[in-house]
């Protein structure tokens, strides 16, 4: 066991816990964010990303132990941050979400492009969208979405 | 799951009808309760559970909605509540969804049991939802003209309001408490279409909020002072059992804080019980257990098939059998097809990793579960600990995902968590099962082999049909079997194929059903996963013998009750009329049209080959579920349902076999489809009607795989009669 400070969401957080602990279960489990998901804990399935360091991350295969000073970002901030929430309000207001799992993943990483892309063009979705799962097969309206937030931040 | 030719499997009377459950103090509670005649049934034990009702009209005006099925994705915890707002004329901004708990008043009206399956939630809860929302409309009415000694038939509803005739107005929350004293009526006049305001209506999701900004919480989520989390080690085969195990390195791990063995549905298994989720999978990682597993079978894909190629060259038993069989043997061998079709096992991989938290005491215990079958796994959790089902409240939670994994009779996930939660009394137990175990642990969409000889007439139409299907039952042995096997045919293996709406005219379809060590279970669309592409591929292989559109051809042979499929193929044609024809160079079009649920579906796609790979540029669905209660849930579960079906297209969309053991251990190795490969547009139109509503989440399911390879048919001349789709 030992103990790191981490930056979640601009605040100060210091867990004691086993180096080896992914990201993930350290947000979900010792600091009670549950809105950070597991689905695979293979870096498979982006249902765990979140912003480390202003780079989208699978948290389920990153150490806690490898965090360092990095501050680390989570769905929980999305509705204060001013891309995170056009990208909500796209969202809902194209209907995406299904069983809704995923999907905490795919708005991490879509507010990550679109920070680092203002104007995705299909291929860029794609490309960032690429590893985030969904299996509800919510694809075609994520897509959509994602243009949606863009015309809207436009 | 059950297919919707043989929807009452409990064989419950269909007859309805309204009680009052009470008025209690803080607003009107409404029950609706089946009647069984013959068998008066007592007070309804809903009222043990809290919350006792369907409607809960609070006096700040809140209307709270229990919706009596899971919801997992495909919109239901929206459509019922609609369906009931609606009659009820309530102010839709006020309504509140919940997920109703396990209880005898939730119960399927058809099925008899709370379940969600055989995309049935629509089409059996439609008119019951609207009867709560008209029954409570009334009463609330006739509380209004009480209070205002006016007839009730002065008084009209809107958002939430009661007008009276001398411009009196009383909103629902502060009648709610005088209207709960009310007797419930014995009839309510329902909407005519016409005045019907939400149904019908594009509606957005009640739940896309929290499931945008992470707020909302899925079983998983569950979090309970002291609760702890465990991980079962299963046998490597399925059945296999523990023969010794060294729990030393596990123990070592800090915040472990029980290894023990414990039996399983099949076989036993090591469970290892931990503070927190790390030190759990740390500490199962590091068992040492060998496993005697020379006592169980070694299913073995490779073999498999080979036996069952063997059994498809038999008859098996008669599914259906319609004009002459012999008459295939008059027509000669250039006039015929023979299709030899393999499929796969398939895992179904929700989002949601499989989970379940109890707690048990002394006094009963609670459950915390996505469960698609309430009824069953409450009753299996009050097994494993000796209570009965009413002693056990069972919540249900919103799932991530299901496509039918979490509708399994034998309850095998909450009998685990519940055995080890009876070691620890007092301390909720969440168990988890990762994805790996997820992925290895059985539950599949069964292998299937299908042989077909077809015998073609001189105006090119099938004449002559000989099906063998070889497979799994996925009911034998389950409470569904003595519905759904009949003469040794299990109806969930042949749906899609025996009663095709195709009309032709010497038609023979058996079944073999062999058993296999490997568990398997009902994949979303069940048997129409594998018959639909048969049907359709071999279809569209003899439009393209006859040189006719396949639309068209579809047409000429559809029997002439196939109404919906009709329907749905003419507007296909219609909205495709603009390009279908015009696809060229490395582009072609694929068709493919299928019935199952009651509801109809065709789909044209558009295909080329990308990197040995088909890439579908565009997908038009045009769909006939008779009414459609929310079309912009229709929408979704379309454009959803069809990229969940290419999971089977997919170069890893298979799980296989070796020497009993599973191959592929998580989405690296068994792998659905991403954004990249799915249709870059799925246009979604909806054959306008007034019919009967029925389901919509399995529907589109089955026509996807076929309309792709029809058109890969079309562009490099092959024929694809093996999923997955192996390099083009
Ligand atoms: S849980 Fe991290 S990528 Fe799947
Ligand atoms: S919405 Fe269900 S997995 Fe994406």
């Known amino acids: 066991m030992e103990t790191f400070k981490l930056t979640v969401n601009c605040q100060q957080k210091d867990v004691t816990v086993d180096p080896s602990t992914p990201l993930l279960w350290v947000l979900r489990e010792d600091l009670k964010m549950s809105g950070t998901k597991y689905g695979c804990g293979i870096a498979a399935c982006g249902a765990c990303t979140v912003h480390v360091g202003g780079v989208p991350t699978r948290s389920c295969v990153l150490p806690i132990s490898l965090v360092g000073e990095r501050p680390v970002v989570t769905i929980e901030a999305m509705s204060n941050d001013t891309i995170g929430r056009v990208v909500e309000e796209a969202w809902e207001s194209e209907d995406v979400v299904q069983c809704g799992y995923c999907q905490s993943g795919q708005i991490m990483s879509a507010v990550a492009l679109l920070k680092a892309t203002p104007k995705p063009t299909d291929k860029d979705i794609e490309e960032s969208m690429g590893g985030n799962l969904c299996r509800c097969g919510t694809y075609v309206r994520i897509r959509q979405a994602i243009k949606a937030a863009a015309r809207q931040l436009g | ?728």
């Open chain 2, 1 to 728: 799951m059950a297919t919707a030719t043989t929807p009452n499997f409990l064989e419950v009377n269909r007859r309805t009808f309204l009680r009052m459950s009470g008025a209690a103090a803080g607003g009107l509670f409404l029950s609706l309760h089946l009647a069984e005649p013959g068998h008066a049934r007592q007070t309804p034990k809903a009222q043990a559970y809290p919350p006792a009702a369907f409607i809960h009209v609070r006096s700040d005006g809140k209307i709270v909605i229990q919706v009596n099925r899971l919801e997992f994705g495909q919109g239901v915890q929206t459509a019922l509540p609609m369906l009931l707002a609606d009659e009820m004329d309530a102010d839709w901004s006020q309504v509140i969804a919940e997920l109703a708990p396990a209880a005898d008043v939730y119960s399927d009206p058809i099925a008899g049991i709370q379940m969600v399956g055989g995309s049935g939630s629509i089409a059996h809860s439609f008119e019951q939802y609207r009867q709560l929302g008209a029954s409570a409309r009334a009463m609330l009415i006739a509380a209004a003209a009480a209070q205002w000694n006016v007839m009730p038939e002065q008084c009209r509803t809107e958002a939430s309001v009661v007008y009276g005739p001398n411009s009196q107005s009383a909103k629902y929350g502060e009648l709610a408490e005088s209207a709960a004293k009310l007797p419930v009526p014995e009839s309510v006049q329902l909407k005519k279409e016409s005045e019907l305001h939400l149904s019908g209506k594009n509606t957005r999701r009640l739940d896309s909020r929290g499931k945008c900004n992470g707020s909302q919480k899925f079983g998983l989520d569950v979090d309970l002072p002291g609760m702890k989390v465990a991980l079962v080690a299963h046998p490597p085969v399925f059945g296999a059992r523990v023969k010794s195990f060294n729990a030393d390195a596990a123990r070592a791990i800090s915040g472990v804080r029980d290894v023990f063995e414990m039996p399983l549905v099949r076989g036993t298994g090591v469970a290892v019980v931990a503070d927190r989720f790390w030190a759990a999978k740390q500490a199962r990682d590091r068992l040492q257990a060998e496993w005697n597993t020379a006592s169980v079978e070694h299913p073995d894909t490779a073999q498999l098939f080979s036996k069952y190629r063997e059994l498809a060259r038999t008859a098996g038993n008669i599914a259906m059998t319609r004009g002459s069989a012999a008459s295939m043997d008059s027509i000669p061998s250039s006039k015929r097809i023979l299709a030899e079709y393999e499929f796969p096992f398939l895992a179904h991989t929700p989002m949601e990793p499989l989970n379940t938290t109890v707690r048990f005491d002394s006094s009963g215990a609670e459950v915390w579960a996505g469960s698609q079958f309430q009824t069953f796994d409450q009753m299996a959790v009050a097994e494993v600990l000796g209570l009965k089902a009413e002693q056990v409240t069972f919540h249900t939670e919103m799932a991530g995902g299901g496509f039918g994994r979490r509708a399994v009779a034998d309850s095998h996930v909450q009998r685990e968590a519940a055995t080890i939660a009876k070691r620890l009394p007092g301390i909720p137990v969440k168990l988890i099962w990762t994805r790996e175990d997820d992925v290895q642990g059985g539950y599949y969409r069964p292998m299937f082999v299908h042989r077909v000889d077809v015998g073609i007439g001189a105006d090119g139409m099938p004449i002559a049909w000989r099906h063998v299907i070889v497979g799994q039952s996925l009911v034998a042995g389950t409470p569904f079997a003595a519905r759904l096997i009949k003469d040794g045919v299990d109806a969930t293996a042949v749906e899609g194929v025996a009663d095709t709406a195709y009309a032709i005219q010497n038609f023979y379809v058996s079944a073999h059903h062999p058993e296999i060590n490997v568990p398997v279970l009902w994949w979303r669309s069940v048997g129409h996963t594998h018959t639909a592409f048969v049907m359709e591929t071999l279809i569209d292989e003899l439009a393209m013998r006859a040189k006719t559109d396949p639309i068209a051809y579809r047409l000429k042979l559809l029997s002439p009750d196939a109404k919906k499929l009709r329907a749905c193929l003419t507007l296909l044609r219609e909205k495709t009329a603009s390009w279908r024809d015009s696809a060229t160079g490395n582009r072609a079009v694929g068709v493919a049209s299928h019935e199952s649920f009651g509801t109809g579906v065709a789909c044209a796609v558009e295909v080329s080959v990308e990197n040995k790979r088909p890439k579908i540029h565009r997908a038009v669905i045009a769909v006939d579920p008779g009414f459609a209660v929310n079309p912009l849930s229709i929408e979704s579960q379309m454009q959803g349902g069809v990229t969940f079906g290419m999971t089977q297209v997919m170069p890893k969309g298979a799980i296989t076999l070796k020497d009993g053991r599973v191959e592929q251990r998580n989405w690296d190795g068994y792998t659905p489809p991403y954004i990249n490969d799915a249709p870059v547009t799925v246009e979604v139109h909806i054959v306008p009607s007034s019919e009967k509503p029925t389901g919509c989440g399995e529907p589109p399911v089955p026509v996807i795989s076929p309309a792709i390879v029809n058109a890969l048919s079309r562009l490099t001349g092959k024929r694809y009669r093996s999923l997955p789709l192996a390099e083009i």
